[in-house]
């Protein structure tokens, strides 16, 4: 369902602002932004004034950070929320019905698209995003990262009985049943793999099913809220931001490290057959600018700046004290990975699809 920015209730802002996800005086300070390029502003609103923007952000973040991109643009910006799958799947069928309506896809899968879907792109910002956030194609720029690692509910479990490593989990039989995992971590299984070896990373975690009856849920932002809760005592793995952002909003939840640490990212690319190309130009350049990127850090998010102080301040400090491995994976390569997750965590056999 397609969001519109412009038609959102006054209330809606004003909580925003109470949450501190934007401020008058980001928005006085935006009066002259380093992602502003007046030339493309100008292009963008002879041809209409519009933006669409598909995303899998929730619309709590995501809503406020696009309208603070309209008060700044004078745009019209629509968001349309979803799951990467929908996402994925809402663009086939508009792609094999030659309807083109999308401008900016932001979710962690425009690496999976068909190359030519994404056009080649090169916003004035990239520059300042390390290049193992970026695509070498210019097809895809990461607007934060998504590190993994367990976490924990701080009044089930001790800080001192935390696991050093994942060999530790099989010493937690007090655990059993009380272990959760979004069972379509492929990208974290990828990277375990890379890290022991696919043979020792598979016995490892099939040994941990088997001693924890992990259990398998959907969605990452639901298995940190279950674990915030008390629901789950323990996350085997999930996007450390959103451990952080149920941790920020006073939630007994806390979160850990351990060897290796997989990351992928939030990723922006532009729809090759964009209807509107220079305000996604500078939509991208919004979401790569240092502003941009503090708003999105307030909320948890893990900015890919390294000029942006992150929420809480010390978390890529304590990220670092491991080692970090790429888990980015295409298409082919997830289903690949996912049915070896599967085979380990019988995800399938417990209704997860």
Known sequence: MIRKLHHFARGLAVAALAAGVFTAASVAQ??????????????????????????????????????????????????????????????????????????????????????????????????????????????WYGVYANYNGPAFNTRLVKKSDLPKTYEEFLTKKEWKGKVALDCRDNEWLKALSDHFGEAKATKLLTDINKTLAVKCVRGHGGLARSTGAGEHAVSLNNYINLSIRVGLRGNPIDWWVLDPVAVFY????????????????????????????????????????????????????????????????????ERVWQKKMDAIFGGRKRGRR
């Open 30 to 139: 935006a009066a002259d932004p380093s992602w502003m390029d007046k030339d493309l502003l100008d292009k963008a609103k002879k041809a209409g004034g519009t933006l669409t923007v598909y995303g899998s952000m929730n619309e709590e973040e995501a809503l406020p950070f696009w309208k603070l991109f309209d008060q700044v643009t004078g745009l019209k910006t629509s968001y349309v929320r979803a799951s990467d799958v929908k996402l994925m799947a809402r663009i086939t069928v508009e792609r094999r019905a030659s309807t083109h309506s999308w401008d900016l896809l932001q979710t962690t899968a425009v690496n999976k698209l068909p190359k030519d879907w994404v056009a080649q792109t090169e916003p004035k910002l990239a520059k300042d995003i390390p290049a193992i956030a970026k695509d070498k194609d210019k097809r």
């Open 266 to 333: 939030g990723q922006i690319g532009m729809n090759a057959n964009a209807p509107h190309k220079d305000a996604a130009m500078l939509g991208m350049n919004f979401l790569l600018s240092k502003e941009g990127q503090t708003q999105l850090a307030k909320s948890g998010r893990i900015p890919t700046r390294t000029d942006v102080t992150p929420n809480p301040p010390d978390v890529l400090e304590r990220i670092n004290k491991a080692k970090v491995v790429s888990g980015i994976l295409d298409g082919k390569e």
